[in-house]
């Protein structure tokens, strides 16, 4: 049974620079929430997706977009990214668009110079 | 910003020891959950419990909920080398807020 994947593990960009994290949820899960963690700190949500939409969303720009496919797979996208966007992007798969339990995949360390 | 916030920030105890961290958080809630990371790497689910419980168990694990104070605990028990990671509170109600985390080590 495979569990949360995420996709690259780590990423180096430039400011201005685009990039997408991709994530495949566990099997049997229909929901993925996307989180960005600073170092020392809590993770931070960004979006959860379910059924193909942005059911929820955290205090983050628009510059952070997302999307899920019709396979449960969802893409997390930053555009014009700032020196602050270095991060541990996390993605976590749940069932059926809810709050309980989620399964988190190993992370994208996405740094920005 | 973060609703939970865990308490003590960092905690060293010896092997066989137990540990306990606190959680306190501003608004009403639909469940609380308490996850473990390793260094920086993906959250562990530990165990969740819901608005109208007061106490649940896991193992080692033992979790209360005082919504009146909107606050949780959780006590591992009889600790272990493998037990030293971050330990963190998520409320829930609708998205998951985390906290800031408490950073558990455990001395041979």
């Known amino acids: 049974d495979a569990g949360v994947t995420q996709s690259p593990t780590h990423l180096i960009k430039t400011r201005g620079q685009q990039v997408t994290l991709r994530c495949s949820p566990k099997s049997g899960h229909d929901t993925v929430s996307w989180y960005q963690q600073a170092l020392g700190q809590g993770p931070q949500f960004i979006f959860q997706?379910?059924?193909?939409?942005?059911?929820q969303r955290g205090n983050f720009p628009d510059r952070f977009s997302g999307h899920q496919f019709p396979n449960y797979s969802s893409e997390l996208n930053v555009n014009a990214l700032l020196l602050g966007d270095s991060a541990l992007y996390l993605c976590?798969?749940?069932?059926?668009?809810?709050?309980?339990?989620?399964?988190f995949g190993p992370g994208t360390r996405l740094t920005v110079l | 910003s973060q609703q939970g916030e865990e308490d003590p920030q960092a905690l060293s105890i010896q092997e066989g020891e137990n540990a306990t961290m606190n959680c306190s958080y501003k608004?009403?809630?639909?469940?609380l959950q308490w996850y473990r990371q390793n260094s920086g790497r993906g959250l562990v689910h530990l165990i969740l419990?819901?608005?109208?419980?007061r106490e649940k168990h896991s193992g080692r694990l033992r979790v209360t909920l005082d919504t009146s104070k909107k606050s949780s605990s959780l006590l591992i028990t009889a600790s272990r080398a493998a037990d030293t990671a971050s330990y963190f509170c998520?409320?829930?109600?609708?998205?998951?807020?985390f906290g800031s985390g408490t950073r558990l080590s455990i001395r041979p």
């Open positions: 997706y379910y059924e193909e939409e942005e059911r």
């Open positions: 419990i819901r608005s109208n419980e």
């Open positions: 608004t009403s809630i639909n469940n």
């Open positions: 998520a409320t829930s109600l609708g998205e998951i807020i």
């Open positions: 976590a798969s749940s069932l059926g668009g809810g709050d309980d339990e989620q399964f």
